[in-house]
């Protein structure tokens, strides 16, 4: 790696992109499981960013749509090395779960007679997991009446009158940002849902 | 053109897919099975069942999974990446006011009313499962016994899946 290019360039892309493809590759368990082992590579080990600095990237990673672990190497990456960073570090971040998934995906249309009993029974639990997922979040995302309200109306067009989820997603935007406006008439009724 | 459609329905998906991988999953299977009838709904949750036990996030692994089956190894790269398409343009955007502005209350208000709908999501994903869980006295046993360890004995949700493929080995063969 030619290092003497600009005093700025600290750390090689090559080197954001390892260290992404390293987290992702060994952390099974998707996001939140991500999280604090791409803080360990970048603050504790290689020391590319202060913890501060972290925290401030994970504040916007975790509450913008999309995978936690893809938006904070997005962040991560720029702060490094702009968006030549960001490219080389989402990149990394889900280089092996493509290459795994796509191993397999080839392997089951391939042997799919055998492996069959064995997805047929993975997907037992899910329910489960699911559910308890749901029981998990619920007292601190469901707070009060009106989340409540929100929560039986989308669960019940959504799963029911197959209402398209993303429709949900944006009316329920939508009313946040008219709600936000009248934030001093607190009980504003449901009415744009 | 098969590309180009998995490229819009997964950068739609991809823009809307807030609170993490499982609130997701819906959103998946609104347009891959019920909307666009890429896969049946067996087939949805086997690659939901595989990108829960691979590494990576669940909504992307799925991502993945569903655009080779609809679209080859191309179309596996297309969905991946516009699945996460906007969230970078977003996070960048973000990081360009955040700075300014220090911190982002209309951000903090939309999330706090889209956290009951993130939980709804998921709800609505659990109901994908109820023919896999409820089908015979095997699956409903199971299922009762593993929501039972996973609130009581914080069982590992991976262990899980796999430990249940090995009974579906045995019992579906």
Same mark, same amino acid.
């Given at each position: 790696m030619v290092k003497l290019k600009k005093e700025a360039t600290t750390v090689s892309l090559w080197k954001v992109f390892s260290i992404t493809a390293k987290v992702g590759g060994v952390t099974i368990g998707g996001g939140y499981a991500m999280v604090?082992?791409?803080?360990?590579?970048?603050?504790?080990?290689?020391?590319?960013?202060?913890?501060?600095?972290?925290?401030?990237?994970?504040?916007?990673?975790?509450? /913008?749509?999309?995978?936690?672990?893809?938006?904070?190497?997005?962040?991560?990456?720029?702060?490094?090395?702009?968006?030549?960073?960001?490219?080389?570090?989402?990149?990394?971040?889900?280089?092996?779960?493509? /290459?795994?998934i796509l191993a397999i995906a080839a392997l089951v249309s391939k042997f799919y007679n055998i492996l069959s009993p064995f997805l047929r029974g993975m997907k037992i639990p899910l329910f489960s997991v699911l559910l308890v997922s749901v029981l998990k979040m619920w007292k601190s995302n469901v707070k009060d009446t009106e989340d409540t309200i929100i929560f039986m109306i989308s669960f019940t067009f959504v799963s029911f009158f197959k209402l398209n989820p993303v429709f949900v997603i944006l009316l329920t935007i939508l009313y946040s940002l008219i709600r936000g406006s009248f934030k001093n008439k607190d009980d504003v009724k449901e009415g744009d849902r | 053109m098969i590309y180009f459609k998995l490229f819009l329905t997964f950068l739609q998906i991809g823009g809307v897919s807030f609170g993490g991988g499982y609130s997701i999953l819906k959103v998946i299977s609104h347009y891959v099975?019920?909307? &666009?009838?890429?896969?049946?709904?067996?087939?949805?949750?086997?690659?939901?069942?595989?990108?829960?036990?691979?590494?990576?996030?669940?909504?992307? &692994?799925?991502?993945?999974?569903?655009?080779?089956?609809?679209?080859?190894?191309?179309? +596996?790269?297309?969905?991946?990446? +516009?699945?996460?398409?906007?969230?970078?343009? =977003? +996070? =960048?955007?973000?990081?360009?006011?955040?700075?300014?502005?220090?911190? &982002? &209350?209309?951000?903090?208000?939309?999330?706090s009313k889209l956290k009951p709908v993130i939980v709804a999501m998921i709800c609505s994903a659990a109901l994908n499962f109820t023919k896999d869980a409820f089908s015979n006295l095997f699956s409903i046993v199971f299922t009762a016994i593993s929501t039972a360890l996973l609130l009581y004995l914080k069982l590992d949700n991976i262990f899980l899946l796999l430990l249940s493929g090995v009974f579906g080995l045995i019992i579906f063969k």
């Open positions: 604090p082992v791409i803080r360990e590579e970048f603050v504790t080990k290689n020391k590319l960013l202060s913890d501060e600095e972290f925290t401030s990237l994970l504040v916007i990673a975790q509450s /913008l749509p999309g995978p936690i672990a893809v938006n904070t190497s997005a962040l991560v990456g720029y702060k490094l090395r702009k968006i030549q960073g960001t490219i080389s570090a989402v990149v990394g971040a889900i280089f092996f779960p493509t /290459l795994i | 099975v019920e909307t &666009n009838k890429w896969l049946s709904l067996d087939e949805f949750n086997e690659i939901v069942a595989i990108s829960q036990s691979t590494p990576g996030p669940i909504g992307i &692994n799925a991502a993945t999974f569903v655009g080779y089956k609809v679209g080859g190894i191309f179309g +596996s790269l297309i969905a991946t990446a +516009s699945a996460i398409l906007i969230p970078i343009i =977003l +996070s =960048l955007s973000v990081f360009f006011l955040y700075s300014k502005h220090k911190e &982002n &209350n209309r951000i903090k208000l939309i999330i």
